[in-house]
């Protein structure tokens, strides 16, 4: 019997697939490479796509199937293509939509990696890409060019927790035939549906909040359309950027607890922006559930909560935040984010350091920016460590 589609937690928790017919309850873990055909004509309806029948675990996998039903269920998108990482995912869009010759419109804001890529190896296949603070429509407008092929955005974007408009960039990319594609990570289908607000592909780090407990990593992207689907898969199957079924079974586990752990780190990342907000040693604050926001309003409108994901300075600049990076005990100096535990880094010198000068001041990667990823612990532990860390500042 295929489970028809419901609430998100309801959606999260049963996916959207067939009930296991021997009662496993959790979705079995089908650990092999290859599947064996029942004939030598069933083999080639296989490969000739007449029949659904596994092949392959790089083509398809059981396992790997109803995680990827389950989040495009929860992206209202066609279906999803699981990968081995986030930029496997960033990867398998740029190579579907970009070839010699081609354009690409980014925000000047992105996950470190996902703009060195273009910079270093990209522009090397001929493909020109310009950056630009797309939480002003303007830029993206003046951006596009004849040979744009793709407008790819990141909001909230990684670290400076900018928004960009989702909707009227979507408007824009529409009158000009250019696909949108939205790295969603920061929100998890849980607070944001680009798809919905017009966006043609959507794709996150599964490593980040979709799995939530910082032991794997992964990647998806959903495209909305069939005829999206099928290009994206192509690259997928051919560049070898599959998922592992065990890797599947993992972060479909993550997914079914996905709502209630953003709900609890939500509430607490309020009350620790709140705090930060009015400490003396702090300059600045960034987070979307905080009304000194520049896009307050904006974020409001599109995402259905602030995220756990704060950014802030000290007076004391870099050092200030080095000092307090030092000595924290009970929160995590680790990169990565979304997860039920509370991390702390340093972006300028840690996940974007890889980055030119130029690109971090453009992306507004300050040397004093501090990036806190708030967990599902006590509130008032976290706020005690910093406490006792700014102490020391
Ligand atoms: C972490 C991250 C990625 C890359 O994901 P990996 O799983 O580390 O490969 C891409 N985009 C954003 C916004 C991220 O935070």
Redesign the pocket.
């Known amino acids: 019997m295929k489970i028809s589609k419901k609430g998100f937690h309801s959606t999260s928790v049963h996916g959207v697939g067939e009930r296991d017919p021997l009662g496993s309850v959790t979705t079995p873990i089908y650990q092999t490479s290859t599947f064996s055909f029942e004939s030598a004509e069933h083999g080639a309806e296989c490969f000739a796509g007449e029949s659904d029948g596994f092949i392959y675990t790089r083509i398809g996998n059981p396992t790997i199937d109803e995680f990827e039903a389950t989040i495009a269920a929860l992206e209202n998108g066609y279906n999803g293509i699981a990968v081995s990482?986030?930029?496997?995912?960033?990867n398998t869009v740029f190579l579907t939509y970009l070839g010699s010759g081609d354009h690409i419109v980014c925000h000047n804001t992105?996950?470190g990696?996902?703009r060195g890529v273009l910079e270093k190896t990209y522009v090397k296949l001929g493909i020109e890409s310009t950056f630009v603070d797309t939480a002003k429509i303007n830029n993206v407008a003046n951006a596009i060019q004849p040979n744009t092929k793709l407008i790819f955005l990141?909001t909230p974007a990684?670290p400076t927790i900018s928004i960009s408009d989702i909707e009227a960039i979507s408007k824009i990319a529409s009158k000009n035939n250019i696909p949108v594609c939205v790295?969603n990570?920061?929100c998890s289908p849980y607070l944001q549906n680009p798809l919905d607000l017009g966006a043609d592909i959507v794709l996150h780090?599964?490593?980040?909040f979709i799995n939530g407990h910082a032991d794997i990593?992964?990647?998806i992207v959903i495209p909305k359309t069939k005829e999206d689907y099928d290009k994206l898969n192509y690259t997928m199957i051919n560049f070898g950027f599959n998922m592992d079924p065990h890797q599947a079974f993992l972060v479909r586990r993550g997914v079914k607890t996905l709502g209630i752990r953003i709900d609890r780190a939500q509430e607490n990342a309020l009350k620790i922006a709140e705090y930060l907000d009015s400490h003396p040693k702090v300059e600045w604050v960034k987070y979307p559930g905080l009304k000194s926001h520049p896009q307050y309003e904006l974020g409001k409108k599109q995402m259905k909560g602030s995220g756990s994901i704060i950014s802030f300075g000290l007076k004391g600049g870099l050092n200030a935040g080095r000092t307090l990076m030092n000595h924290v005990k009970f929160i995590i100096l680790a990169v990565?984010?979304g997860g039920i535990e509370s991390l702390i880094q340093h972006p300028a010198s840690m996940t974007h350091s890889k980055l030119s000068k130029e690109a971090k001041v453009s992306g507004g990667i300050s040397d004093e920016l501090v990036r806190l990823s708030i967990g599902i612990e006590e509130p008032e532990d976290i706020i005690t460590d910093l406490e006792k860390a700014l102490e020391k500042v």
């Open positions: 990482s986030g930029m496997a995912a960033v992105l996950y990696p996902s990141e990684n790295d990570t920061f780090s599964l490593t980040k990593v992964g990647g990565s984010l």
